[in-house]
């Protein structure tokens, strides 16, 4: 559960200029004389909407026609898309464009039960026409494209369509030459009437009737084959390629919180359906899944619906990578702890619970001020959020994630956080850290107690932790001076590089946090 805050990345990181207005819209009309080109992809036969699907066959070789691909997209009353990265891409060499994607997508429901394991049978049931849109971000120049794309499931329970991903892992993203396509899969972001965290957002085709117009979203229902119809036209590109010249050797399916809880649904259900993705990152999900068929026969899904417990599958033929933090172990209020389902780690399945980190920070509040001043933790109402480690952690995992599913060997196995109180807790050390799980300077040499807890009443600030500064006096018996801490970051990132949870990259960047900080006071 992601709210929409946009902006830039911390002044320690950042990597450009940054301009950005938070923006909300879910489905919208479109000017048609936006686009600058469409084409149709070869054939997945096409059914007029809401019609009985059971006879369709689920094999992606006979799903027939790919959806037309239009774009890229231009002009609207904004300018600009929705989501519009708020750095400056183009001096990392990068573009960003945006494409149309419309077709006629298929729903899904359980053959027999949903069960834990997660080994789940799925057939199809109607179809329905769609219309939607892909965020593209790719390097310029082909030749600084590492041949990897990931593809992020964009989140919606801010009420509009967010990229939680690319913003704590963007820095990683960009120096490593991914592309990246952000999909609009869900209803809420597109045409909007669902739960939202958020206030004040409104679904695309509000936000910039002129360019978001002529979309359409049948429901969630149809989400999942959307997400794989999308990723199609990366594999399989028709007249118009959305990647431009590069030819993606590699995917990635990626998702957020509640995108994270239906890219589980994904894994378990759909996937096997397909050889599309070459791997999967699964970031801050609960112990559940989400929900295959709207309850009640709504477009919009229930965050809180679906299996309660899935595991990932045990068939796995490519890659999962599970990323955790404090909050989500513990769990999210009304979800299951991931801590219930933690199943051991093999040659297809990893699981990293991270030390000292909340399901969201200020390291995207920051990002979002920075293009969007006030949008902090103050204007949310809430207090002392989490100031931990997340982003440097997720820079590690996306590049490990790319290499193992080039063929490099699976990233480094991660301790499980250590609980307590029969898992209602996680046992704590001396300066009220969490043992236990992927550490990193900020625990292991503190300036503050870092928790994937808070004490808000207030959900959304419930998601954002607490930090909790050291005082003075507990700084000074810490460090005694300012080179004793600096040395002790210094060694213990180099600790965190050697067990393979922060990237030589990113290791002189820690450092030189260490010695701008004022320790001790």
Same mark, same amino acid.
């Given at each position: 559960?992601?709210?929409?805050?946009?902006?830039?990345?911390?002044?320690?990181?950042?990597?450009?200029?940054?301009?950005?207005?938070?923006?909300?819209?879910?489905?919208?009309?479109?000017?048609?004389?936006?686009?600058?080109?469409?084409?149709?992809?070869?054939?997945?036969?096409?059914?007029?909407?809401?019609?009985?699907?059971?006879?369709?066959?689920?094999?992606?070789?006979?799903?027939?026609?790919?959806?037309?691909?239009?774009?890229?997209?231009?002009?609207?009353?904004?300018?600009?898309?929705?989501?519009?990265?708020?750095?400056?891409?183009?001096?990392?060499?990068?573009?960003?464009?945006?494409?149309?994607?419309?077709?006629?997508?298929?729903?899904?429901?359980?053959?027999?039960?949903?069960?834990?394991?997660?080994?789940?049978?799925?057939?199809?049931?109607?179809?329905?026409?769609?219309?939607?849109?892909?965020?593209?971000?790719?390097?310029?120049?082909?030749?600084?494209?590492?041949?990897?794309?990931?593809?992020?499931?964009?989140?919606?329970?801010?009420?509009?369509?967010?990229?939680?991903?690319?913003?704590?892992?963007?820095?990683?993203?960009?120096?490593?030459?991914?592309?990246?396509?952000?999909?609009?899969?869900?209803?809420?972001?597109?045409?909007?009437?669902?739960?939202?965290?958020?206030?004040?957002?409104?679904?695309?085709?509000?936000?910039?009737?002129?360019?978001?117009?002529?979309?359409?979203?049948?429901?969630?229902?149809?989400?999942?084959?959307?997400?794989?119809?999308?990723?199609?036209?990366?594999?399989?590109?028709?007249?118009?390629?959305?990647?431009?010249?590069?030819?993606?050797?590699?995917?990635?399916?990626?998702?957020?919180?509640?995108?994270?809880?239906?890219?589980?649904?994904?894994?378990?259900?759909?996937?096997?359906?397909?050889?599309?993705?070459?791997?999967?990152?699964?970031?801050?999900?609960?112990?559940?899944?989400?929900?295959?068929?709207?309850?009640?026969?709504?477009?919009?899904?229930?965050?809180?619906?679906?299996?309660?417990?899935?595991?990932?599958?045990?068939?796995?033929?490519?890659?999962?990578?599970?990323?955790?933090?404090?909050?989500?172990?513990?769990?999210?209020?009304?979800?299951?702890?991931?801590?219930?389902?933690?199943?051991?780690?093999?040659?297809?399945?990893?699981?990293?619970?991270?030390?000292?980190?909340?399901?969201?920070?200020?390291?995207?509040?920051?990002?979002?001020?920075?293009?969007?001043?006030? /949008? #902090? *933790? +103050? =204007?949310?109402?809430?207090? !002392?959020?989490?100031?931990?480690?997340?982003?440097? %952690?997720?820079?590690? $995992?996306?590049?490990?994630?790319?290499?193992?599913?080039?063929?490099?060997?699976?990233?480094?196995?991660?301790?499980?956080?250590?609980? /307590? #109180? *029969? +898992? =209602?807790?996680?046992?704590? !050390?001396?300066?009220?850290?969490?043992?236990?799980? %992927?550490?990193?300077? $900020?625990?292991?040499?503190?300036?503050?107690?870092?928790?994937?807890?808070?004490?808000?009443?207030?959900?959304?600030?419930?998601?954002?932790?607490?930090?909790?500064?050291?005082?003075?006096?507990?700084?000074?018996?810490?460090?005694?001076?300012?080179?004793?801490?600096?040395?002790?970051?210094?060694?213990?990132?180099?600790?965190?590089?050697?067990?393979?949870?922060?990237?030589?990259?990113?290791?002189?960047?820690?450092?030189?946090?260490?010695?701008?900080?004022?320790?001790?006071?």
């Amino acid at each position: 559960m992601v709210l929409n805050l946009r902006g830039t990345m911390n002044v320690r990181r950042t990597v450009g200029p940054l301009s950005f207005a938070l923006a909300a819209s879910v489905a919208a009309f479109a000017d048609a004389g936006c686009s600058s080109g469409d084409a149709a992809s070869p054939t997945r036969a096409l059914t007029d909407a809401s019609t009985d699907a059971s006879a369709l066959l689920p094999d992606a070789s006979d799903a027939g026609p790919l959806p037309t691909v239009t774009g890229p997209i231009t002009g609207g009353s904004m300018g600009k898309p929705f989501t519009a990265a708020p750095i400056d891409l183009a001096s990392f060499g990068y573009v960003e464009e945006e494409y149309f994607i419309e077709g006629n997508a298929t729903a899904y429901a359980f053959v027999g039960t949903a069960g834990s394991d997660g080994m789940w049978s799925v057939k199809p049931t109607t179809t329905a026409h769609y219309k939607t849109r892909m965020l593209v971000r790719h390097p310029s120049d082909k030749t600084k494209f590492n041949g990897t794309v990931l593809v992020e499931w964009l989140n919606v329970s801010g009420g509009v369509d967010d990229d939680p991903e690319f913003s704590f892992g963007h820095v990683e993203l960009l120096r490593s030459g991914f592309a990246y396509v952000g999909i609009s899969a869900q209803a809420e972001g597109v045409v909007g009437g669902g739960f939202s965290l958020g206030t004040g957002g409104v679904p695309l085709i509000q936000w910039d009737p002129q360019r978001y117009g002529s979309l359409q979203h049948p429901g969630d229902n149809y989400s999942y084959d959307m997400f794989t119809q999308a990723t199609e036209v990366l594999r399989h590109p028709g007249a118009v390629n959305p990647l431009g010249d590069l030819t993606p050797v590699h995917l990635i399916g990626d998702g957020e919180s509640q995108s994270a809880f239906r890219l589980v649904t994904y894994i378990d259900a759909i996937a096997p359906l397909h050889e599309l993705f070459d791997g999967f990152f699964v970031h801050s999900r609960s112990g559940g899944a989400a929900e295959l068929v709207v309850a009640g026969g709504g477009k919009t899904a229930n965050i809180l619906g679906g299996p309660s417990v899935a595991n990932i599958r045990a068939d796995l033929t490519v890659p999962v990578f599970q990323f955790e933090t404090e909050t989500d172990v513990l769990g999210i209020e009304g979800l299951t702890p991931f801590f219930s389902i933690r199943t051991p780690d093999s040659d297809r399945l990893r699981s990293w619970e991270v030390a000292g980190t909340s399901h969201a920070d200020e390291y995207l509040l920051d990002y979002a001020a920075q293009g969007m001043p006030g /949008a #902090d *933790a +103050g =204007s949310l109402g809430c207090t !002392d959020v989490n100031s931990g480690p997340q982003h440097w %952690v997720v820079d590690t $995992a996306l590049n490990e994630m790319n290499s193992w599913v080039t063929g490099g060997a699976p990233p480094a196995k991660g301790a499980p956080l250590t609980l /307590a #109180d *029969a +898992g =209602s807790g996680l046992a704590k !050390d001396a300066e009220g850290n969490s043992l236990g799980g %992927v550490r990193t300077a $900020a625990v292991d040499v503190p300036i503050a107690t870092y928790s994937g807890q808070s004490t808000s009443s207030n959900v959304l600030c419930s998601l954002f932790g607490s930090t909790t500064p050291f005082t003075p006096a507990q700084l000074l018996a810490l460090y005694p001076t300012h080179d004793d801490y600096v040395n002790k970051v210094t060694a213990a990132t180099a600790s965190a590089q050697h067990a393979g949870f922060i990237l030589a990259a990113d290791a002189p960047l820690v450092v030189q946090e260490a010695q701008a900080a004022p320790i001790p006071q």
